[in-house]
C-alpha cells in the first residue's frame, strides 16, 4: 500500500485548522463570558453609585425644604410682631392725640420705640 502524501498533508493541514478554529471559537466565547461578567458587576457598581446618588440628593432638597419652611415660619412670626408693635403704636399715639395725658405718652413713646426697632 502506497503513502499518499499530498492527501495526507492535506487532512493534516485541514484538522490543524480546524482545530485552530475550534480553539479560537472557545477563546472567543470565553472572553465574552469574562466581559459580560465584568459588565454586569460594572452596572451593578453604577446602579449601587446612582441610588446613593439620588438618596443623597433626596437628604440635600429635604434639608433644603425644611430650612425653607424654618425660614418662612420665622419671617412670618418677625411679619407679625412688626404689625403687632405698628398697630400698638399706631393706637397709642391716636390715645395720646385724644387725651394729652402723661400715660398715654409714656406708652406711645415706648410702643413706637419698638416698632422703630424692630
Given at each position: 500500500?502506497?503513502?499518499?502524501?499530498?492527501?495526507?498533508?492535506?487532512?493534516?493541514?485541514?484538522?490543524?485548522?480546524?482545530?485552530?478554529?475550534?480553539?479560537?471559537?472557545?477563546?472567543?466565547?470565553?472572553?465574552?463570558?469574562?466581559f459580560k461578567e465584568v459588565n454586569f458587576n460594572?452596572?451593578?457598581?453604577?446602579?449601587k453609585s446612582n441610588r446613593k446618588y439620588e438618596?443623597?440628593?433626596?437628604?440635600?432638597?429635604?434639608?433644603?425644604?425644611?430650612?425653607?419652611?424654618?425660614?418662612?415660619?420665622?419671617?412670618?412670626?418677625?411679619?407679625?410682631?412688626?404689625?403687632?408693635?405698628?398697630?400698638?403704636?399706631?393706637?397709642?399715639?391716636?390715645?395720646?392725640?385724644?387725651?394729652?395725658?402723661?400715660?398715654?405718652?409714656?406708652?406711645?413713646?415706648?410702643?413706637?420705640?419698638?416698632?422703630?426697632?424692630?
Open positions: 500500500m502506497e503513502i499518499n502524501y499530498i492527501k495526507l498533508g492535506m487532512t493534516i493541514f485541514i484538522a490543524i485548522t480546524f482545530s485552530e478554529l475550534i480553539v479560537n471559537r472557545i477563546e472567543i466565547a470565553l472572553v465574552n463570558k469574562s460594572i452596572n451593578k457598581e453604577l446602579e438618596n443623597s440628593l433626596k437628604n440635600i432638597q429635604m434639608q433644603k425644604t425644611i430650612e425653607f419652611k424654618k425660614r418662612k415660619k420665622e419671617n412670618e412670626r418677625i411679619k407679625s410682631i412688626r404689625t403687632t408693635n405698628d398697630e400698638t403704636c399706631n393706637f397709642w399715639s391716636e390715645e395720646y392725640s385724644k387725651v394729652k395725658s402723661d400715660y398715654n405718652k409714656v406708652m406711645k413713646n415706648s410702643a413706637c420705640s419698638r416698632a422703630r426697632n424692630d
